[in-house]
């Protein structure tokens, strides 16, 4: 099955910038989503298919992908960009939906 | 405004069975697919189940071995999951999940969640 990899968390301080990656075999030839959930809520869609934003959401979001590595990238990040961030795509050869394992964000 | 309430969460023995429903409002549930997700207590999401607009495309995570049914009922507006076979292991919050329109392996829109725990 397809597995996708991220980093556990990332730290950054206010107003930098915020590279999160998720890693997969040929992962530039899917399409990949971004939901950030924050403690105590239900997650939320922030890029969709590499680099679409879902109305509402901040130009500050931005997605790529490319080769083995999608990458989520937040600009002046603020504190309430904290939260865990998850990388998701959907499996064709399996007809299955599958997750990273999370990347938690640390605001400084 | 879109919104997904999940309800029928709670403890259960381990061996018994439970049924989770999803009421959807502020769009049209029968154009829309659907799915399940859940996320166990500090852990990460997992895909469980996906359903078509019409009920007639149903995909499972490998790891449920045929133990979870998902249904609709588009009259109703209403998301089922039926859990037979409980687990520890099955113990997360369940979350309803809305396909994003023409982009349907997208999911754009979430419920609160219902928590399932499952424990003698």
């Known amino acids: 099955s397809y597995v996708l990899a991220q980093a556990p968390s990332v730290s950054v301080a206010p107003g930098q910038t915020a590279r999160m990656t998720c890693g997969g075999d040929n992962i530039g030839g899917k399409a990949v989503h971004w939901y950030q959930q924050k403690p105590g809520q239900a997650p939320v869609l922030v890029v969709y298919?590499?680099?679409d934003r879902p109305s509402g959401i901040p130009e500050r979001f931005s997605g790529s992908n490319s080769g083995n590595t999608a990458t989520l990238t937040i600009n002046r990040v603020e504190a309430g960009d904290e939260a865990d961030y998850y990388c998701?795509?959907?499996?064709?050869?399996?007809?299955?939906?599958?997750f990273g394992g999370g990347t938690k964000l640390t605001v400084l | 405004e879109v919104q997904l309430v999940e309800s029928g969460g709670g403890l259960v023995q381990p061996g018994g069975s439970l049924r989770l429903s999803c009421t959807a409002s502020?769009?049209?549930?029968?154009?829309?697919?659907m799915n399940w997700v859940r996320q166990a207590p500090g852990k990460g999401l997992e895909w469980v189940s996906h359903i078509s607009n019409s009920g007639s495309t149903l995909y499972y995570a490998d790891s449920l071995k045929g133990r979870f049914t998902i249904s609709r009922d588009n009259a109703k507006n209403s998301l089922y999951l039926q859990m037979n076979s409980l687990r520890a292991e099955d113990t997360a919050v369940y979350y309803c999940?809305?396909?994003?329109?023409?982009?349907?392996?997208?999911?754009?829109?979430w419920g609160q969640g219902t928590l399932v725990t499952v424990s003698s």
């Open positions: 502020g769009f049209t549930f029968s154009s829309y697919e």
């Open positions: 999940v809305r396909g994003h329109g023409s982009s349907w392996y997208v999911f754009d829109h």
């Open positions: 998701q795509v959907w499996d064709s050869s399996s007809d299955h939906w599958v």
């Open positions: 298919d590499d680099s």
